[in-house]
């Protein structure tokens, strides 16, 4: 028999009932350092990339390290579509994240990663759609194209954006980069911590986020 993920089937009821999303058979696996190094290489990712990552999702495989039960959750969010093959990964990141703090309900369940993204997420982007983590997630969980649903909400929280740019610039990955989730990893012989990765707020989102932020944060540039 395999052994499930920590709260796996908690979660997943908890994630389909907020989220208003089917989720079918869900495979989370739990893996050491060298199991992640594996599964991360097979989907194009090298071994110095595998270091600190503590979760990943590829496709419908959920895969967490056995010493961050914690990360479960914030990867089946991932799973439920709030992904970077679905959506930029500065946002899924940040949504995923600002879901997660949503639904936990103990400490066990959520450890923060990505700070500047979730950030970004509930300080700006939410505030401007007056919408709640779990609110946003529903809508794009459940897009065909949730780049395209998103900034069209955007627009609408700001006329006059172009709405097709903003798409572009909100847009998923290039195929074969699926998520992970990296904790802050504190080198030995460095004072500084690996940083998450996100790959570049685009140009134009900065500025979309900068124009959600409103006039006042403008005149301050
Ligand atoms: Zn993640």
Redesign the pocket.
């Known amino acids: 028999m395999i052994k499930k993920c920590h709260k796996q089937d908690e979660f997943v009821a908890r994630i389909e009932g907020a989220l208003n999303v089917r989720m079918g058979r869900v495979t989370c696996k739990i893996v050491d350092g060298d199991g992640m190094a594996e599964v991360m290489s097979k989907a194009g990712w090298s071994k110095n990339q595998a270091r600190g990552v503590v979760?990943f999702q590829v496709d419908d495989e959920v895969y967490v390290l056995d010493s961050a039960p914690w990360t479960v959750l914030?990867e089946l969010v991932?799973r439920a579509g709030i992904n970077a093959d679905r959506m930029s990964r500065w946002v899924a990141?940040g949504l995923?994240e600002a879901i997660a703090c949503e639904l936990k309900r103990s400490s066990d369940e959520h450890k923060a990663t990505y700070p500047q993204e979730v950030k970004w997420v509930r300080e700006t982007l939410l505030p401007r759609l007056g919408m709640s983590a779990v609110e946003l997630g529903r809508r794009l969980a459940n897009a065909p194209n949730p780049a395209r649903v998103l900034a069209e909400l955007m627009a609408a929280a700001k006329p006059g954006t172009d709405v097709s740019a903003l798409e572009y610039q909100l847009r998923p990955q290039a195929g074969g980069k699926p998520?992970?989730?990296r904790t802050y990893v504190t080198r030995l012989g460095g004072s500084g911590v690996d940083r998450a990765p996100s790959e570049g707020i685009g140009w134009l989102l900065m500025v979309a986020g900068v124009l959600l932020v409103g006039p006042s944060f403008l005149r301050r540039l």
Request: aromatic content about 12%; cysteine-free.
């Open positions: 979760g914030h991932h990141e995923t998520s992970f989730n």
